[in-house]
């Protein structure tokens, strides 16, 4: 079993809207699931940061940035960090999920073509937070599985978080929580069962331009920085996926 369940502190105001359930066999293939896709969306944001000196070129036209290009290097990217082929893929269940975000991921690169490949423009607002952003609502629309990037202190309003998400960043912020791990509950949500899933993320040296210091200061985007340092919590991936 691949996937770790942390056991935290909910608190008390949660119990009125949620209520958890004991784990079970189908939840643990759902959690499996779960953390595979959140690997996925993490490996495309890895690719687009990898790309942002070359996105950003303002010398250059067509950067050869295609859905095609982004999808070969989502695949491999992902093969090294989850040990699966996209590419070989057996078709199930699970198999089905991670292909369709593949797909929506490609489907964002490809919408963003006239704006990338626009020469004399330098910062083209292509940024891993607003391709993971604009993949997952895409994936959520075509399979139902809710996944958004959210943070205590966001910047797009759908992703502020909810009630769930708000107390388990404050358990990620926590000093003894382990980093890095994820978090797992399974509880009932609007009359159905459901897995939900975090997973943190922490500040990198790219990050620091538009989320570091000074805070208060406007980035490239127009955005006012949060003063984070390195290695802080910079936010977490959020998965809802109801349980067969």
Known sequence: MRVTIASGRLAIGLFAVFMCLPWSAFAANEAETALLLIELIQ?????VTEHQDLLNDPARGDKGFTPEYFGGKLIEKYRE?????LSRA??????????????S???VVAEAQPVLNKQGVAFKGFIPASWGRKAGEKFTKKTGVKLKLTATEY?????????????VLRQFSEPSYARGREFSRVLVQDGRQVLRM???????PKCLSCHGEPKGERDKTGMKKEGLKEGELAGAISLTIQIR
């Open 198 to 204: 975090m997973k943190p993320e922490y500040v990198g």
């Open 105 to 107: 991921g490609k489907e």
């Open 43 to 47: 490996a495309g944001r890895t690719v």
């Open 90 to 103: 057996t078709p199930s269940p699970q198999t089905g999920l991670l292909l369709t975000l593949l797909e």
């Open 155 to 167: 910047r797009y309003p759908g992703n502020k978080p909810d009630e769930f998400e708000a107390e």
């Open 81 to 85: 960090v989850a040990k699966i082929d």
